[in-house]
């Protein structure tokens, strides 16, 4: 997608607190172009800053779909208060909407971790059942690696959705030709119709993207190869 392609969240951080752009400072995933998107913060104030795909049928999206994109949580000043995330089936056009987010966990060391709830608040340091931690991998993820993740929403006509992650070796597949895998710990997540699982009704429809949440100064997370897609 295109620069052009995307909208920038109401409600977030001000540039003044975090910058944001795209760069070919940072070293790009592989199978990744010259450049990357990425987010520094500049101060200590807390919040998020995020864009979505304001394409035709996708803003929102009428029922489910899959985000998919490389991130990376980058070296930073220190290995907490900051998080890079994607998310889908975020109601409204502002962060402090609520959506699935999939992406690396505020914590040290950092895991994948899929999470339902308010986007200005990423993706906290929580085991899985707590913080609206839906599922998190067993396996940590090291500071300034690239991680391609995957995050299918699916509605099915019950009205359950069901979220399924999957992660493609970088190692070894370029972000262009992923081959797709589960993740250890993160089985499918059923969220119900009836909000027994997650204590809230599901969400149904939505706009998805990628985003940045960060509460200290010096903190980065960077993206590449964006790919959102719709349920028919």
């Known amino acids: 997608m295109a620069q052009a392609d995307w909208t920038e969240l109401g409600g977030g951080l001000s540039s003044g607190s975090v910058s944001r752009g795209i760069t070919g400072g940072i070293t790009a995933p592989n199978g990744g172009g010259t450049f990357i998107f990425g987010f520094n913060s500049l101060d200590v104030l807390a919040g998020a800053v995020g864009f979505f795909t304001n394409q ?14 490389c991130v990376q949580r980058g070296v930073s000043a220190g290995r907490t208060n900051f998080t890079p995330f ?18 690396l966990q505020d914590a040290n060391p950092s895991r994948i971790a899929l999470r339902k709830g308010q986007l ?27 991680t391609h993740l995957r995050l299918d929403m699916v509605v099915n006509v019950s ?9 493609n070796d970088l190692t070894a597949n370029s972000c262009l030709s992923p081959v797709w895998a589960a993740v250890a710990g993160m089985d499918s997540f059923v969220d119900d119709a009836l909000g027994i699982n997650t ?29 959102v897609l719709r349920q028919l």
């Open 86 to 103: 994607l998310f889908i089936g975020l109601g409204g056009t502002d962060v402090s909407g609520n959506c699935y987010m999939l992406g």
């Open 120 to 146: 200005s608040g990423g993706i906290p340091d929580g085991a899985t059942g707590t913080l609206g931690i839906l599922r998190r991998s067993t396996a940590s993820v090291a500071e300034g690696a690239w």
């Open 159 to 167: 009205g359950d959705v069901v979220l399924n992650v999957y992660q």
């Open 199 to 227: 204590g809230s009704p599901p969400y149904t429809s939505g706009r998805a993207g990628f985003a940045f949440a960060s509460k200290d100064v010096s903190r980065r997370g960077f993206f590449d190869t964006i790919e």
């Open 56 to 69: 035709t049928n996708f803003a929102p999206m009428a029922k489910g779909g899959s985000v998919r994109g």
